[in-house]
């Protein structure tokens, strides 16, 4: 049976048998326990914006037995996410992240270990950022140099293949690694990164799937895939590591301070690390180097804003010699880091979730609040105010410049006439909010900056345009379909 219920000049419809007055609409599924899941998976944006032009911003979807509620109206933002004691993220995020890592969850097993952990989270900014960086650019140049502004005799000036989230990975992949763990002792690299490549794509595949809790040993060989990759980090093996960042160093003392902890949930957690630190880095950097070399135009604007900012702050670079560029300069790429977050408007999927502590009223605005019952979760899912055409003028298309005005950052976008608090949300929000943002950031410009300072860049002919693939929607940055093809060469005019 159905009821229509008034709430606040909305109309809801809802079964009148399990909800409570004044609480959102509640969508339900077909099939029990999987609920929505299924249509949810498949396009999670098509999917909430069909349910808003019905229900209106507010609605509760039971999704895989969970009833989520959504609050679909960015201006409703400030105040979920200012709920910090009722709403919780870590009741989540510490559930699932062991789950999917295969360390042991943070529980009073290990008194002090989550604050710990989260302290450590610090050392990714502020002047640990900026060891970090310099680091990244370090391992960056080492790796660039040696895979590809080496040029065999007869090859000068050729252009070669390659595919653009092949390269963006195994480039990032190795300088992450050695930016975060240090390098072995006597060698500038790792051996057998190839193989640990490999294995990290095979379990990135299975990741959505360990996120759903789906049980391991369901997963084929996932199970002794990931211990291969944890087994990596093993202490005695990290131990003779030299240069390792000051984050991941800390991270290790306060995992010895734990008798409890074996060597393997030690090198568990780490793991964890190296997956946050690539997981939706590497995506990222394909998506903006991807528009970037097919917008030409956007392209050449970019780039000569790079040489620009060189040029006048004395810096010198040429084919032979190694280029640095530090966290103030890059602070200074404008154009750069709007392409960036463009990208990033046009390809993250992340959902923000949050567990209610306790039954109560969820002030929405100063008018609306809905009750809301312990344990359910409340949910914000920013594509659809990123992919929102009227806070976003033609949304899917690509304008690198976006996020500028009047050569300076662009900050104010608008909806129904308000200033927005959040207008671009692909790191998350309040307390859960991504720790290594500005790295991140910062080593996707410098790894675009590398490209575009040393490469003529151009797609190759014949294919179709990159389109996200959904099947990871609410995890952060969507993949492509497929890759794509591009051509490279060593730029012969450097300015
Ligand atoms: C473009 C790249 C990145 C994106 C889009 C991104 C996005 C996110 C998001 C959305 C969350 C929060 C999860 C949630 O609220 O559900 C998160 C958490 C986290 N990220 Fe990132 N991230 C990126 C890069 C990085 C990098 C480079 C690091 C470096 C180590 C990192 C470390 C972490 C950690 C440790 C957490 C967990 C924080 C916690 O438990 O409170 N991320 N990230």
Redesign the pocket.
């Known amino acids: 049976m159905f009821t229509v219920m008034g709430v606040n000049n909305q109309t809801f419809l809802f079964s009148s048998s399990c909800r409570r007055d004044g609480e959102p609409p509640l969508i339900k599924g077909w099939i029990p326990i999987i609920g929505k899941a299924l249509e949810f998976g498949k396009d999670a944006h098509k999917f909430l914006e069909k349910h808003k032009e019905k229900y209106g911003d507010v609605f509760t979807v039971q999704i895989a037995g969970k009833y989520m509620t959504f609050i679909m109206d960015p201006l409703l933002y400030p105040n979920i996410i200012k709920h910090g004691r009722q709403l919780d993220?870590?009741e989540?995020?510490n559930r699932v992240?062991p789950f999917t890592f295969g360390y042991p969850p943070v529980t009073g097993k290990y008194p002090g270990l989550r604050e710990e952990?989260?302290r450590s989270?610090h050392l990714?900014q502020g002047d640990g950022l900026i060891a970090l960086t310099e680091s990244m650019m370090g391992n960056l140049m080492l790796v660039f140099r040696q895979d590809h502004l080496a040029e065999r005799p007869g090859e000068e000036g050729s252009w070669k293949s390659g595919n653009i989230y092949q390269f963006c990975f195994t480039v990032l992949f190795e300088a992450?690694f050695l930016t975060?763990y240090g390098k072995p002792p006597a060698a500038r690299r790792h051996s057998g990164m190839g193989v640990l490549r490999e294995d990290f794509i095979k379990f990135d595949k299975m990741f959505p799937l360990l996120i759903a809790q789906i049980p391991i040993w369901l997963l084929g060989r996932t199970k002794a895939i990931r211990e291969n990759l944890i087994r990596c980090f093993l202490p005695h093996r990290m131990s003779i590591w030299s240069n390792k960042s000051q984050?991941i160093r800390r991270r290790s003392e306060v995992f010895d301070q734990y008798d409890t902890l074996r060597d393997f949930d030690k090198a568990a957690h780490h793991f964890?690390?190296l997956w946050?630190?690539?997981?939706?880095?590497v995506?990222?950097?394909f998506w903006t180097m991807y528009y970037l070399v097919s917008h030409p135009e956007a392209l050449e604007v970019v780039r000569q804003e790079i040489h620009d900012v060189l040029r006048t702050n004395g810096v010198e670079f040429s084919r032979d010699r190694d280029v640095t560029i530090s966290r103030e300069l890059l602070d200074k790429l404008l154009y750069l880091e709007s392409s960036i977050n463009e990208s990033?408007r046009l390809s993250?999927a992340?959902?923000?979730?949050r567990v209610a502590q306790e039954d109560f009223d969820l002030q929405l605005d100063s008018e609306r609040s809905v009750p809301v019952r312990k344990g359910d979760i409340i949910a914000l899912y920013p594509q659809s105010m990123h992919l929102d055409p009227e806070i976003y003028e033609e949304p899917q298309t690509f304008q690198f410049d976006r996020y500028t005005q009047d050569s300076k950052k662009k900050t104010d976008f608008y909806k129904d006439g308000e200033k927005l608090k959040y207008y671009l949300?692909?790191?998350?929000?309040g307390?859960?909010?991504?720790?290594?943002?500005y790295?991140?950031?910062n080593?996707?410009k410098q790894f675009l900056c590398l490209l575009l300072l040393y490469f003529d860049l151009q797609l190759e002919e014949g294919q179709t345009r990159a389109t996200v693939d959904s099947s990871r929607a609410g995890l952060?940055?969507l993949l492509p379909t497929t890759d794509i093809r591009f051509r490279y060469r060593l730029r012969v005019n450097q300015d």
């Open positions: 993220f870590h989540f995020s992240a952990i989260r989270f990714l992450t975060l984050f964890a690390i946050a630190s690539l997981g939706n880095t995506p990222a950097t990033l993250s992340s959902m923000n979730i949300m692909p790191f998350g929000s307390s859960s909010k991504c720790p290594g943002r790295f991140a950031i080593e996707i952060g940055i």
